[in-house]
């Protein structure tokens, strides 16, 4: 069971970049998104039972600029459950294209990650992911969107981030 800080911070994300582009762009394009984020990560947290709080340390945001196009990358406090992201990518293209680095399940001879892109409305899973680094997630998002592939899996997002 994963901790719902940590997944509901995922969708919360993903949901702004989608939409409230001009709140998403406010809050974290600018030199202080990672106080930003920290800030979103507490008022989250408010809302949850004190069981369920987690601290917001290791949080960053950053624009990546080693790729084709920039992209803004978050780093998370370390993901210990399946669901929870180490990291999310999102490219602000229209529509915005969020991607995450999700712990999963341990599975022999893989890594415990998978990549999934986060839609208005869908959950894309493209397979296994790369170690939890932040440049070996960026790296595969590029080299996913260069030689784009079918999802290994596309489910309907349930969550009230995501709603219309």
């Given amino acids: 069971m ?5 997944v509901q911070m995922k969708y919360l994300i993903a949901a702004l970049a989608h939409r409230d582009t001009a709140r998403f762009d406010d809050a974290f394009c600018g030199e202080d998104g990672a106080d930003a984020l920290c800030t979103y990560w ?3 947290g ?3 039972a004190p069981a369920d709080r987690i601290s917001s340390n290791g949080s960053d945001v950053r624009w990546d ?4 196009d920039e992209a803004l990358l978050f780093t998370f406090p370390p993901a210990l459950l399946p669901g929870e992201a ?6 602000p293209t229209s529509p915005p294209r969020v991607f995450a680095l999700e712990e999963t399940l341990p599975r ?3 890594t415990n990650t998978v990549l999934v892109e986060l839609r208005a409305q869908e959950r894309m899973n493209h397979g296994p992911g790369p170690i939890p ?6 790296r595969t998002v590029w080299r996913l969107l260069d030689t784009p592939a079918r999802p290994a899996l596309v489910s309907r997002l349930p969550n009230p981030f995501m709603e219309r």
Avoid: N, Y
């Avoid at 994963?2 to 940590?6: E, G, N, Q, V, Y």
């Fill in 2 to 6: 994963s901790r719902i800080h940590h």
């Fill in 42 to 44: 507490g008022q989250l």
């Fill in 46 to 48: 408010r809302r949850l």
């Fill in 65 to 68: 600029t080693a790729g084709p």
């Fill in 86 to 91: 180490h990291f999310l990518m999102v490219l």
């Fill in 108 to 110: 022999s001879g893989t």
């Fill in 133 to 138: 680094e932040l440049r070996a997630f960026a």
